[in-house]
Structure formats: C-alpha cells, structure tokens
C-alpha cells in the first residue's frame, strides 16, 4: 500500500468530525476556527536522514530545510506562519552539529518571524518532525480543491533544479563547476514561497506547494478539484544550468517529475490573471504560465501544439524504490 491509500484508509475517516476543523486531512495544511477574524493553519513534516537528506547533508542546511518545507506548506494555503513546535532524534549529542542545526533553524525564523514554541528531544536515528503553525483571515485561505476547469496553471520560480542536484549527489549526472552551488543550493537550502502564499490568498482558485514533483502535486489539485490539466512544455521555467547540464527535453522531464522545489504551483480564474500578475510583480516574485485547466480529469502535456508523453512520476513513499532514496 503507497503513502497516499494509507493516510486515506486508514486516517482520513473518522468517527469525530468537530464544527472548528474548517479542513482535516488532505491538504497542505489543516485549518481550525477558534474565534475572531483567523483561522489556524497547522501542517506536520517529517525528514529522515538516508530518505529526505543524504547522510553527509551539512547541518545548517538540515535545520534550514526542516523549517522551510513546513514553511512552504503554510504558503501553499496562503498563511501567515507564526509557530513552530521541534520533535528531534539524534544519534548523539554533538555541539558543533547542534550549532549549525539551530543557525539554519532560527536563520529562517527570524527571517519570518516565526517562534519555537515547543518540541521533544530524543536518541536515535537522524530525524526531524516540524509541525508549524499560521493564520489564515477567515475564508480567505487557498486549498486544492478549488480550481475550475478554463483556470490557468502557473507556478513560482524555477522547477528541477533541486532534482538536478539529487542526481548529482549520486553521481548519476554531473553538473559544471560553475554551476554546482547555484544547483546544489535548492537542494539544501530551498526557499519557501511565503509571501507569495500571501499575495495569492486573493487571487488564487488552488495551491499547493512542489515537494514530489509537478506531475505528482498537479495530480492532488485535479484529484480535489476534479478537473484536468495541460502543460505546455515549452513553458516549463528551468534554470538555463539545468538546460546546460541535461539538455532541454531531458531537463523538461525533470522538470516535471523531481521532487524538492518547494516552488508553489497555482491555479487563477481567467477574470483573475491580469490583477494576480500585476501583484504578484510588484512584490518581485516570479512566476510563469505553465498550461490550462480542462474538464478530462486528466493530465496532458503537449510540445509547440504536439501532444507529448509522460515519462517520468513523482515521488511517493511506500511505491518501489522510495526507500534510501538519498543514502
Ligand atoms: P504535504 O506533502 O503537503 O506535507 P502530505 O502529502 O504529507 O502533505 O499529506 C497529505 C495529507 O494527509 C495532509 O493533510 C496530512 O496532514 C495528512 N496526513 C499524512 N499522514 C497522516 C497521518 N499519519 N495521520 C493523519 N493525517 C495524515
Ligand atoms: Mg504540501
């Protein structure tokens, strides 16, 4: 049984079902009314080394990613993060990996003005479990499951890059000296979307945040939204690194099946688009269209016009080869 007919059989149905979860399980955060004008929006990740990280990951960027991919969670429902909680198992106490740990954490709080507010220490293998926290103004949060057939599709920044880097590391590629740390730095050290989140929770039909890949993460907006999509492949923002190091078609392809990016990928209705691009370029984020919402319930890719197949998938845990990913 894969990572998503597990959650599903076995957690998502529930004998309680209370009036103040606004959203369970199911999407990028869940969402609770308490009282007052906001929701709260609280998401729970967990990197393991040898799965989520090569063992001889630094640990600054372990402390980075473990706040930046719980982070990126909280903007793919256009929250305000606000509170963080630290469940650690070490295999030792080490100070000088503690250090660098906490310098990566708290680089990416004070940056967000997020607090530690809790947590758990314990011995064992490498593991880190962040369960953060924000609010979102009452009805004005993104989900995947709003988006509508005749949407556009778009997505922030550049995607694969992180996948390149992950293929480096096991010497299946090699990238250019003079790209390395440009690459190798989304990997390590991705940059969640949050103010992106922000300016889209008035814009944007549906979100969610890349960490499996495109193909993967546009299929949990289809699933929830039940619509189809196309992606025009000549569209795909890939870092011209990329394009240098695997070619175009190759790093197309990557593109739309490595995990990692932590970019947002999003939906805007056509009455939408103009208002969405103005203010989302007046914050300087950058952001493409990369195709169109259908009514199939399928996704589609197609190269200047031409349907093209899909070769690549994303991941998911539990489905062959997920395990050791990353030793
Ligand atoms: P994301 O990739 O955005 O972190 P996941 O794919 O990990 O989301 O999870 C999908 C949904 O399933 C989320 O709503 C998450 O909270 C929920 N979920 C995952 N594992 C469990 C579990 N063991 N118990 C309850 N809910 C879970
Ligand atoms: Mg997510």
């Not at 390395?180 to 991705?190: A, F, G, R, T, V």
């Not at 929770?201 to 299929?219: K, N, V």
């Not at 490595?258 to 984020?285: C, P, R, W």
Request: charged share 20%; hydrophobic share 40%.
């Amino acid at each position: 049984m894969k990572e998503f007919d597990l959650i599903k059989r076995f957690f998502t149905e529930q004998v309680v079902k209370r009036k103040d979860v606004v959203l369970g399980i199911g999407d990028d955060c869940a969402l609770i009314h308490v009282s007052g004008l906001n929701n709260i929006a609280v998401t729970t990740d967990t990197l393991i080394a040898g799965v989520h990280f090569p063992h001889d990951t630094s640990p600054r960027s372990i402390g980075h990613k473990s706040i930046a991919v719980s982070l990126s969670d909280l903007a793919a429902m256009g929250a305000d993060p606000t509170w963080l909680s630290l469940a650690l198992t070490l295999p030792q106490t080490d100070e000088k990996w503690l250090t660098e740990f906490c310098a990566g954490v708290f680089e990416l709080c004070e940056y967000y003005n997020v607090q530690l507010i809790g947590g758990d220490t314990t011995q064992g293998p490498l593991s880190i479990t962040v369960t953060a926290q924000g609010l979102t103004p009452e009805g004005k949060h993104i989900t995947r499951s709003g988006a509508k057939a005749g949407d556009w599709l778009y997505v922030t920044g550049e995607i694969g890059d992180a996948a390149l880097a992950l293929k480096h590391i096991k010497g299946m590629v090699t990238i250019e000296d003079v790209f390395k740390e440009q690459i190798l730095s989304k990997l390590d050290y991705p940059k969640p979307r949050v103010l992106a989140g922000q300016a889209l929770r008035e814009y944007a039909s549906s979100a969610i945040d890349l960490s499996d890949g495109l193909i993967s993460d546009l299929g949990h907006i289809c699933k929830a939204s039940g619509v189809g999509a196309n992606i025009v492949m000549e569209a795909l923002p890939i870092s011209s690194a990329m394009k240098d190091t695997l070619g175009s078609e190759q790093a197309a392809q990557l593109a739309l099946s490595g995990g990692d990016d932590y970019e947002l990928l999003f939906t805007v209705s056509d009455d939408k688009k103009v208002g969405m691009e103005t203010a989302l370029a007046n914050s300087g984020i950058a952001i493409t269209c990369i195709g169109q919402l259908n009514a199939s319930e399928k996704i589609t890719t197609t190269l200047n016009s031409k349907p093209v197949p899909i070769t690549a998938s994303g991941f998911e845990h539990f489905s062959s080869g997920s395990i050791n990913e990353v030793e």
